[in-house]
Nanobody
Framework: QVQLAESGGGLVQAGGSLRLSCAAS????????MAWFRRGPGKEREFVTG????????YYADSVKGRFTISRDNDKNTVYLQMNSLKPEDTAVYLC????????????????WGQGTQVTVSS
């Protein structure tokens, strides 16, 4: 099955931007619906955004709508998360996930996970 590896996290000031990448290996990424989740300090894991297999459709949690953009390049087997206007409450470990079913709006069914990348937003 596919393996996922996130990169691009770091420390940024509030109002700044970061771009996360999720590289897929082992199987073609276009076979999977992909998503980003996050787990903040002392919080449960939270669904952030999902993208369809083709990349033509996306879905966002209300907390990030208008600030974050998910995209994918299936030729490069990579999914991206562009994060703008970052807030301290966006501080979390961001995890990339993949699943077989087509529902990119649902946070359930994700069975393949990356290790995560830390994003810290200072005030």
């Amino acid at each position: 099955q596919v393996q996922l590896a996130e990169s691009g996290g770091g420390l940024v000031q509030a109002g700044g931007s970061l771009r996360l990448s999720c590289a897929a290996s082992g199987r073609t990424a276009s076979m999977y619906t992909m998503a980003w989740f996050r787990r903040g300090p002392g919080k449960e894991r939270e669904f952030v955004t999902g993208i369809s297999r083709s990349g033509g459709s996306t879905y966002y949690a209300d907390s990030v709508k208008g600030r974050f953009t998910i995209s994918r390049d299936n030729d490069k087997n990579t999914v991206y998360l562009q994060m703008n206007s970052l807030k301290p409450e966006d501080t979390a470990v961001y995890l990339c996930a993949a699943k077989w079913d087509y529902d990119y709006t649902s946070q359930t069914g994700y069975g393949v996970w990356g290790q995560g990348t830390q994003v810290t937003v200072s005030s």
